[in-house]
């Protein structure tokens, strides 16, 4: 089992950053066209708001969707279950299309709400952009139950296709019209390959016998429960929001582009954290909502800890070491065409900032994901209303010190304590968690991770001969690679031995 489950996780990870480095592709095109400027800033914020919304309206639900899924396949079967998939499916159609139909009407009042600092120019373009993107909604509604009907069938293929899929259209878009600086026509073409995004998802679920019908009968007891259940998940989502929408902002009332250098230095950390997370919500929900229906608490919470182990295996060191490089990694990735030197150091402050939460994201988002599959709403709620309170006291406080980096470093401080909070609650909630075990093995990945991080420091400053970013990042990563397995080894992190096991497997089948 754990095994399968091993081998899944590596397949989702790869398929996973493979469709990040394609979205940074997306981006590095983008910001060779636009630069960091008032236009890439409209792009960027057009491209939020239905994200927002989603986030709003539909998000809270899908999160305790896996878990009742699960229940009503043991009570009625799978065709039950995809009964109940179809009634949720037909619910949150609904409220997505009056959510679209509101914002389409309102778009002036929630880039108002959002950006209010903008230039008269910019803010125009970002109502014009808004009006395209606001369908994304609907079909990222769609997609989400989609994918989390074939996360509880054990089907991953489609779901790590989605993102490569909906990236494709607006590439080769941009690659074929160098020409072009319209910026209406990109978002469009972008928008495209989001509402095609759900398509991949099709052959699996056809593979699966699940038909999508909308379903307006029958709506039991189980359906009203969900929805009353993610009141509480909904208001803590809709207060996240309201953290993301005060660094926009502030953000707006700063020099041109940092709302871009925001979302360029986000996207960066998200593809050293977001390919994890990704894997963790796509396979590990499903194992943990199995686990504790299966009422095996022992069972249920070695995993959420050996999750947390390995996250920290890849996080800590990819963290400290693009630290170090950060300049060159943006630099080499976007400094191009529009994109100058000026961008390149307005997008390292805002990615300095960020790196620091990455470690403790894997805590505050896996323990998160327990309590979901668990069915406790209220602790993450609270978790998030005590985050977004701190993270919006400090946005504004150090956003005038340090200003961008202040926005970033606001967020990663407020993740920091939120993972604490996080895991001091789960081992008063379930004190036989082996919380000793996580902080030594932890110590030693971080102390393994500074050496290395000491080492990569040392080497790249004897590199100032060489010119090339590429072969200085390329150079580093090998020797910072070998630094830090051989020191895990010596520390004994044994969890290294099953990675590497894992990896050597793989390329000898090769």
Known sequence: MAKSILKITVFITFMTFLSKIIGLIRDMKIASVYGASEI????????????????????????????????????????????????????LLLISIVFYLISMLNAK????????????????????????????????????????????????????????????????????????????????????GSMLQFIILIPELKGLKFKFRIQFKGYNDRVIDIFMKVLPILFGLAVSQISLIVDKNIGSSFTQGTITSLE?????????????????????????????????????????????????IFTIPITIGAYILNKEIISLMYERGAFTQQNTNLVSAAFVGYLLQVPFLCIRDIIGQAF?????????????LVTVIINIVLTVILSKIYGVF?????????????????????????????IKDLIIKSLKITLSSIIMGVGVYILYNQLFFITSNLIILVICTFIGI????????????????????LMKDRVQKK
């Open 109 to 192: 009042a929630l880039v108002e709400i959002i950006a209010p600092n903008l230039s008269k120019e910019s803010f125009e373009l970002t109502i014009k952009l808004t009006r395209i993107t606001l369908i994304n909604l609907i079909f990222t509604v769609i997609a989400s139950v989609f994918s989390s009907i074939l996360r509880c069938n054990n089907k991953y293929l489609g779901i790590s296709l989605m993102p490569i899929f909906m990236n494709v259209p607006i590439i080769i878009f941009l690659f074929l019209n160098l020409w072009s600086n319209d910026i209406v026509l990109t978002t469009i073409v972008t928008t495209i």
């Open 406 to 434: 202040g926005i970033t470093l606001a967020t990663s401080i407020s993740i920091i304590l939120s993972s604490i909070l996080f895991l001091i609650t789960l081992k008063k909630v379930y004190p036989i968690l082996n």
């Open 372 to 384: 979901y599959s668990s069915k406790n709403t209220i602790i993450p709620t609270i978790n998030g």
């Open 264 to 312: 360029m230095s986000n996207k960066i950390t998200s593809v050293i954290y977001g390919v994890l997370t990704s894997t963790v919500v796509t396979v590990f929900l499903p194992v943990m909502a199995k686990q504790f229906l299966n009422e095996d608490k022992n069972e249920w919470l070695e995993t959420i800890k050996n999750i947390i182990i390995y996250m920290f």
């Open 482 to 501: 070998l630094i830090y397995f051989l020191t895990c080894k010596l520390l004994r992190v044994n969890e290294i031995n099953n990675v590497y096991k």
């Open 40 to 91: 890439t800033d409209a792009y960027n914020i057009a491209l939020t708001v239905p994200n927002i919304l989603y986030m709003v309206c539909a998000s809270a639900i899908m999160i305790t969707f896996i878990p009742n899924f699960y229940e009503v396949e043991e009570e009625e079967g799978k065709k039950g279950a995809f009964r109940f998939a179809n009634k949720i499916i037909t619910i």
